[in-house]
């Protein structure tokens, strides 16, 4: 069975704190993704990986990072957390591809407190 | 650019009742579009999923969903809600490139007994 797992379901952190958020995959899936998912506003897109070491900016990447460094591996890091970056942070795996192969894959998400 | 809007941000039946959750996309091209569901504390789950197949799609726990090319409508539904149906829907097109989505706001589906 497919599976995305979220190293944390809940975090607190305070601000100016440096976070890793961290998402494995088990399908060898070559894209990998992190959203921010807040009421009202859906699901965006902070970055996106297609390839090891290989990175996409979405549409929110303001002060956040990632890192790629294993094909089942995609990290989200927050060099200097603030209170506006306190969200729920999904992340999502598919396959590079066509057709039904854009379908994406989530993990449980972490829900992050910045106090 | 895509872009999906869904016209409810929340929705309310009875159980028993049809459930019509409304969703219009915006595309240059001919596009995937997909819907998820969101359980309380719950990863996001494929209900179904559009590929220029047919244009009735049938997703799990009997919703479905048709495509209009014509009125560029994608809306979900279902004939019979049910107390466990309660959940964040998303209506999710494809951007350019295919290899990412874009999400609508999402619709919270209220279900009373």
């Known amino acids: 069975d497919v599976k995305v797992t979220q190293s944390s379901r809940y975090l607190v952190k305070r601000t100016g704190e440096k976070v890793f958020l961290e998402c494995v995959q088990d399908?060898?899936?070559?894209?990998m993704f992190w959203y921010r998912q807040d009421p009202g506003l859906g699901l965006r897109l902070i970055y996106f990986?297609?390839?090891?070491?290989?990175?996409e900016k979405g549409d929110i990447p303001e002060g956040y990072s990632v890192s790629r460094e294993k094909k089942e591996r995609f990290s989200l890091i927050l060099e200097s957390a603030s209170t506006n970056q306190t969200s729920m942070y999904l992340c999502?795996?598919?396959?590079?591809?066509?057709?039904?192969?854009?379908?994406?894959?989530f993990g449980p998400g972490t829900r992050l407190t910045v106090t | 650019a895509q872009s999906v809007t869904q016209l409810d941000s929340h929705v309310s039946v009875s159980e028993g009742t049809p459930v019509l959750l409304r969703c219009n996309y915006s595309?240059?091209?001919?596009?995937?579009l997909f819907w998820y569901v969101q359980h309380p504390n719950k990863g996001l789950q494929l209900l179904l999923k559009?590929?220029?197949?047919?244009?009735l799609v049938k997703g799990i726990n009997g919703f479905e969903a048709e495509f209009k090319k014509s009125e560029t409508s994608f809306h979900l539904t279902k004939p019979s809600a049910h107390m466990s149906d309660a959940a964040e829907y998303f209506c999710?097109?494809?951007?350019?490139?295919?290899?990412?989505?874009?999400f609508g706001t999402g619709t919270r589906l209220l279900v009373s007994p």
């Open positions: 999502a795996s598919s396959l590079l591809g066509s057709g039904s192969n854009y379908e994406q894959y």
């Open positions: 399908m060898d899936h070559e894209n």
């Open positions: 990986s297609y390839d090891v070491k290989m990175k």
């Open positions: 595309s240059s091209y001919s596009p995937s």
């Open positions: 559009y590929t220029s197949a047919a244009t």
């Open positions: 999710v097109v494809t951007d350019t490139g295919f290899q990412k989505l874009v």
